[in-house]
């Protein structure tokens, strides 16, 4: 080979190595980027249990001032009517209704007159179609009348029903509604999606009553409680020390029960039994101290709701999926190490909160789950094992900062009440004070009960804010379809043919 042609040949390979280191640097400066996104996301999504505990503050603080007066917080503390809870003594026969976010179920519980004694219980679920979420209240309401009409016809199989009295239903909707008594209300507003504008502002039971005479139905609806009230109820049918509820699911939201002395704007309105369950509208909840993102503001903006359910957007299952969604949308347009920005990453709610659990919870060595849900969903193929880890990561992030605010909020309950161990906002109580009372919350939602690291984050939050020594005394119970079933033991403790209501406390 002469001089000239070794010269082009050492040319060239400088000019190949070149080309790589220069790649090489290209690559390490955009993914120094993308490692500034998430540094930033993990800095704005920081929850120490010092931040913790200032949101249980306020969350009390909040209680507070929602039960002085209407429209004193964000936290709308909205009266329930429920003053007495079912205590197992009930018979019967109920039906109930559960009308909540994703899913519709219609139940039939038999009760059996002691502690805790559910005979049977029959349930059907079904998707709620989408059409149906920005109809009307007569669409809705006809469509829901006659899957009642068409369940209590295979349940009872043609036979009559064995009493003479009429079916007796519990109503358990949840969305916000201002109470006037235990079995009717008006709807406030809608959440989650629906958006039926003839009915806001209108009671909800007579819109139900209404479609049951146009179906032909023989039943009325003893209660109208929403998803908290009833899983509160199943808790304490089954567990006398349940003095909460919370729901984490597509939404989410929290009941309790309060003293009626405490109850300032209610005032007025008797209360046999010195208490009652108040439904929080915790979704609501708002406070300075909450870590907010870049993220979750535009979230908020580009919602039907701005500026409203803001302690939920951090938290439930219809949002986490999207907040984590933007993160990858930002990070693939500052860099390519997603490939060609994918178009799927504009598509608001793409990611549903299983898919998240599904990427995060994957523990293949390969992180094949994350890799078939990229391609699949977002159409974000070939990308390396670093790049799935980073996706891992982001889900990491938002969902441990959900299950800790999740948790800051039962803590900020416990308090309210007196059973954070520190005796309440009244004082009182010492931290180790033997005398704790065993507290149980209830609580349903597939956020909560599907995803595992929720739940663990959530525990370990719980834990951290209360101490190891309040923290045993309170235990979280997973209440089954407590939402539906709940709804119908409360039928059975207000019914019309009389039962033995215990007074509570
Ligand atoms: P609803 O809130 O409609 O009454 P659920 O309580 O069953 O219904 O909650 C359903 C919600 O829970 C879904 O919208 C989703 O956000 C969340 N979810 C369901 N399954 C899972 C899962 N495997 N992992 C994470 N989240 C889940
Ligand atoms: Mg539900």
Not at 247 to 264: F, K, P, Q
Request: glycine share 10%; with cysteine.
């Amino acid at each position: 080979m002469g001089k000239v042609a070794v010269g082009v040949a050492a040319l060239a390979a400088c000019a190949v190595a070149g080309v790589v280191v220069g790649r090489r640097v290209r690559s390490r400066r955009k993914w120094k980027r993308v490692v500034g996104v998430l540094k930033e996301l993990e800095e704005a999504c920081e929850t120490p249990v010092g931040r913790l505990r200032q949101v249980v503050d306020a969350m009390a603080v909040e209680m507070h001032a929602g039960l002085a007066s209407e429209g004193g917080s964000k936290l709308k503390m909205l009266l329930t009517f429920v003053d007495h809870l079912p205590t197992g003594s009930e018979i019967g026969t109920y039906y109930a209704l559960d009308f909540g976010g994703t899913n519709f179920r219609v139940l039939r519980v038999q009760l059996g007159g002691r502690r805790s004694l559910i005979l049977s219980q029959d349930v059907e679920q079904q998707p709620i179609p989408q059409h149906l979420m920005t109809s009307t209240s007569e669409d809705l309401f006809d469509f829901i009348a006659s899957s009642l009409k068409q369940f209590v016809e295979k349940e009872e199989n043609g036979s009559e029903p064995s009493s003479v009295r009429a079916r007796e239903l519990g109503l358990t909707f949840s969305f916000p509604v201002r109470q006037l008594s235990i079995h009717s209300g008006i709807l406030i507003k809608w959440t989650k999606g629906f958006s039926i504008e003839d009915m806001v502002g209108k009671e909800v039971v007579g819109l139900l009553e209404a479609a049951l005479v146009r179906s032909g139905l023989d039943m009325r609806a003893a209660v109208l409680v929403n998803d908290a009230v009833g899983t509160l109820a199943l808790g304490h049918y089954d567990d006398a020390d349940t003095v909460a509820a919370v729901i984490i699911g597509t939404g989410t939201n929290a009941c309790y029960l309060e003293r009626a002395d405490a109850i300032i704007k209610c005032q007025g309105h008797l209360i046999t039994s010195g208490c009652m369950a108040v439904n929080m509208e915790w979704g609501n909840f708002w406070s300075s101290h909450l870590p907010r993102t870049s993220y979750d503001i535009d979230l908020d903006l580009e919602s039907p709701n701005p500026n409203d359910q803001g302690f939920e957007k951090m938290i439930s299952g219809i949002y986490l999926g999207d907040i984590v969604r933007r993160v990858i949308l930002r990070m693939s347009q500052e860099s390519d190490i997603f490939g060609p920005v994918s178009s799927r990453l504009s598509i608001p709610f793409i990611l549903q909160a299983p898919l998240l659990a599904a990427m995060h919870e994957d523990d293949s060595p390969e992180l094949k789950e994350v890799d078939k849900i990229l391609k699949e969903t977002l159409e974000i193929s070939e990308v390396s094992l670093k790049v799935r880890k980073l996706v891992v990561r982001i889900c990491d992030v938002v969902t441990r900062r959900a299950a800790r605010l999740a948790a800051a909020g039962i803590a900020g309950i416990l308090k309210k009440i007196g059973r954070d161990g520190s005796g309440g906002v009244a004082g009182g109580r010492s931290r180790s004070d033997p005398e704790m009372r065993r507290t149980v919350v209830a609580i349903e939602g597939g956020l909560y009960t599907r995803y595992m690291m929720f739940r663990e984050y959530l525990h370990e939050a719980l834990n951290e804010i209360l101490g190891e020594d309040v923290a045993q005394h309170v235990i979280l119970k997973v209440t089954e379809d407590g939402s539906g079933i709940g709804g119908a033991l409360l039928a059975a403790a207000n019914s019309s043919s009389g039962v033995d209501n215990v007074q509570l406390l």
